[in-house]
């Protein structure tokens, strides 16, 4: 079967609606997605389509990023960086959406056989893309075929097609003691609903000390997803302080979660959050809830805690690859050391 791809620059007519025909589509390939990165870093989306004839058999956003994975570079790494031609990447989560499975090798190949033009065209040095956890793990070998890497990557999805009792009595001992521990806590759940809610999000995240001040990719994010219907930001609160937060796509009837921010209190707000998130995904009609990615084989305590705390919620556990591609290994491992500076500072110590 001849199949006949379209790399576009521009937002093709029709592209996200017709990712509502494939329902493992989330808001990682939505253009508003690579709009984000656009804006935010000169990131540069890319959609690509297959058809058979007059049908779209497949679509796939990827993003060229030039400065995303640099943005904490110092500027003589920067310099270094530009002068090697090892800076750009090309990236994407959750693709390719594939809407005609019979000829599933064949689309594969098309698509991969592009990115490979495309990274020769554009200086790239790194493919890096994660595949849907509901397309499963068959399309390994044609990655492989291609000379990408499998990282084994994994997460929890819950079916939020079942009544809310039915999930609860599913949950362990424990964690219904936690569920209703946390609700005699008087931690109330709130929709960000204007720009504090991100600011209150990033100020719990980033307590560390990372950047904390609304940069462009804040206001990029708000704008393109919490304050649409791609996406959400679930905040829990005492007294109007912030103490958690979920970051929360939401794309298809698919509850994604993106990214978690807890303060360490005795309060169980992260539980509390998860809860009556499940609970408004059922209230709205959404039919799944994605725990966001776990490592299969935990190799330190943190990913083993991570691991456990989704496990707890049930659902069902789906396995997909992140798939990586380095054309100049040297390249590669200098542009690692060079976009941490930490990293040059323990390299220089190693000597």
Request: overall charge positive; proline content about 3%.
């Amino acid at each position: 079967m001849k199949f006949i791809l379209t790399t576009h620059t521009k937002i093709p007519e029709n592209w996200d609606s017709n990712l509502l025909k494939n329902n493992s589509s989330t808001s990682y390939q939505l253009s508003s997605w690579g709009r984000i990165y656009q804006k935010s870093y000169n990131s540069i989306p890319l959609f690509l389509e297959i058809k058979n004839g007059d049908d779209i058999v497949a679509q796939l956003m990827v993003l060229i990023h030039k400065e995303y994975s640099w943005k904490n570079a110092s500027f003589l790494a920067d310099i270094v960086g530009k002068k090697l031609k090892m800076k750009n990447t090309l990236e994407w989560i959750y693709g390719p959406i594939i809407f005609d499975s019979t000829d599933q090798d064949e689309i594969l190949e098309v698509l991969l056989n592009e990115l490979d033009i495309i990274a020769g065209n554009n200086n790239v040095n790194v493919i890096r893309g994660t595949t849907p956890p509901r397309l499963g793990m068959s399309i390994e070998k044609n990655f492989k075929k291609f000379g990408y890497n499998n990282t084994p990557w994994a997460t929890r999805i819950i079916n939020l097609g079942n009544d809310e009792q039915v999930i609860y009595t599913q949950l362990d001992k424990k964690t219904r003691y936690d569920i209703r521990k946390s609700e005699q806590n008087n931690i109330k759940f709130e929709i960000g609903s204007n720009f504090n809610a991100i600011l209150d999000f990033n100020r719990i995240k980033n307590s560390k000390g990372k950047s904390k001040h609304a940069d462009k990719l804040t206001k990029s994010r708000w704008e393109n997803l919490y304050n649409t219907n791609n996406g959400k930001l679930f905040l829990a609160k005492i007294d109007d302080e912030a103490i958690g937060g979920i970051s929360t796509l939401t794309f298809n009837k698919n509850l994604l979660q993106h990214g978690v921010a807890n303060t360490k209190t005795s309060l169980l707000g992260g539980t509390f959050l998860t809860w009556n998130l499940i609970k408004w995904g059922i209230k709205h009609n959404f039919q799944t809830l994605d725990l966001g990615g776990i490592n299969p084989n935990p190799v330190n305590e943190k990913e083993r805690k991570i691991s456990f705390y989704k496990s707890k919620w049930g659902g069902e556990n789906y396995e997909y690859g992140i798939f990586t591609k380095v054309f100049d290994n040297t390249k590669f491992k200098l542009a690692t050391v060079l976009q941490n500076p930490s990293r040059i500072r323990n390299f220089l110590k190693s000597d």
